[in-house]
């Protein structure tokens, strides 16, 4: 019997691109990579897990900041390589940067210009 797992089209690499979005307001927070284990601890635990490549691990987001997300609904894109997870941002910060969003930065006339502020200290954030 074929799972949701087996449905999602994975990279060579074992992984799928997940975007978090707040549930709240439709922002897109972040993008991060998930491998089979994190989807599968994602769905049982509720909350968002991801796969860091630089670390080779699972990160259960907010394990070192708090920031955990909460997830409220997962979708799967039309080619079945791309989840969506409808989230509740635990702090309001998505971002390492220590912003809500990772989309902080915005291309005008040729340049990119930082429009959203820092809520919090990153230094704070990871103590």
């Known amino acids: 019997m074929q799972t ?5 089209k994975w990279t060579a690499d074992g992984l799928v ?3 978090a ?3 709240a307001s439709g922002r897109i927070l972040m ?10 601890l994602t769905v049982r635990e509720g909350r968002a897990i991801y796969w860091s490549r630089s670390r080779a691990r699972l990160w259960r987001k907010g394990e070192t900041s708090g920031n955990v997300q909460q997830v409220q609904e997962i979708r799967l894109d039309c080619d079945a390589d791309v989840i969506v997870l409808q989230v509740e941002q635990a702090g309001g910060i998505a971002c390492h ?7 902080f930065r915005v291309l005008k006339d040729g340049a990119w210009h930082t429009v ?5 200290d990153p230094d704070t954030l990871y103590r």
């Not at 949701?4 to 999602?8: A, G, K, N, S, T």
């Not at 940067?97 to 989309?103: A, K, P, V, Y």
Request: proline share 6%.
């Open 4 to 8: 949701f797992l087996d449905q999602v």
């Open 17 to 19: 691109p997940a975007i």
């Open 21 to 23: 979005q707040d549930a």
């Open 31 to 40: 993008m991060a990579w998930m491998n089979r284990e994190a989807l599968d």
């Open 97 to 103: 940067t220590g912003r809500q969003s990772c989309f």
């Open 116 to 120: 959203d502020p820092v809520l919090q």
